[in-house]
């Protein structure tokens, strides 16, 4: 089966940094990203890794480890804004996307 | 904006009924996915369609059903709504192949009353 975990919710202050952790099995993997949601919008892309390591972009960085099934996302510097539901999915094959749940994330001043 | 277009924003409607939900991808895109997002739950893969071909399907209903046009716009039909229908539906678009990043539509929310 297809399974993708990471913590329902987490809050965090204003200028701190958070991880947000995410593990998988799936059937096949070609491919993990990370998703950022505002309540009732659509997600919008913040990363992608497919092979293992560390990507940064900006305030964001995420992790992947394939053999660990594990990945994590880094945001540094919080602000307000970033109050927002996280969303880690994998691609098990060139098609679709298998998302988890999301992280709900609250940032305080 | 992502450069995927989805009409209409809102739709209410009652039980029993038929509506259809429209997606305009972005340009160049050759793949339309479709997703659900019911409360608090995740966003739940339907079908995928490739310059006008179904590519991949996933625990999609058989009151629900979908086409990928010559233009590449798509539409999502659901008939013979129940209340549990009631969800966001949103419209992702990516390039060749699939091999591609997923850009998201704005979403149709759908009430069914």
């Known amino acids: 089966g297809q399974n993708i975990d990471q913590p329902t919710e987490m809050t965090a202050t204003e200028g701190a940094i958070v991880q947000i952790n995410c593990t998988y099995q799936t059937s096949g993997f070609n491919g993990l990203f990370w998703y950022q949601q505002h309540a009732g919008e659509a997600p919008t892309f913040l990363s992608y890794n497919v092979l293992d390591g560390l990507e940064e972009k900006g305030r964001f960085s995420s992790f992947l480890s394939r053999s660990k099934g594990y990945s994590y996302l880094l945001l540094k510097e919080l602000q307000m804004k970033d109050s927002a539901s996280y969303l880690c999915?994998?691609?098990?094959?060139?098609?679709?996307?298998?998302f988890g749940t999301g992280t709900r994330l609250q940032v305080f001043p | 904006d992502s450069g995927v277009t989805q009409t209409p924003k809102h739709l209410i409607t009652a039980t029993g009924q038929r509506v259809t939900l429209r997606c305009s991808p972005r340009s160049g895109d050759l793949s339309v996915y479709w997703y659900q997002q019911s409360l608090d739950q995740g966003l739940q893969f339907l079908i995928q369609?490739?310059?006008?071909?179904?590519?991949a399907k996933g625990n999609i209903l058989e009151r629900f059903s979908a086409q990928q046009f010559p233009d590449l716009h798509s539409e999502l039909n659901l008939s013979s709504l129940e209340l549990g229908d009631s969800a966001l539906y949103f419209c992702?678009?990516?390039?060749?192949?699939?091999?591609?990043?997923?850009?998201f539509g704005p979403g149709t929310r759908l009430l069914v009353l």
């Open positions: 992702a678009s990516s390039g060749a192949g699939g091999v591609e990043t997923q850009y």
């Open positions: 999915a994998v691609r098990p094959n060139t098609d679709k996307l298998i």
């Open positions: 369609y490739y310059n006008g071909e179904e590519r």
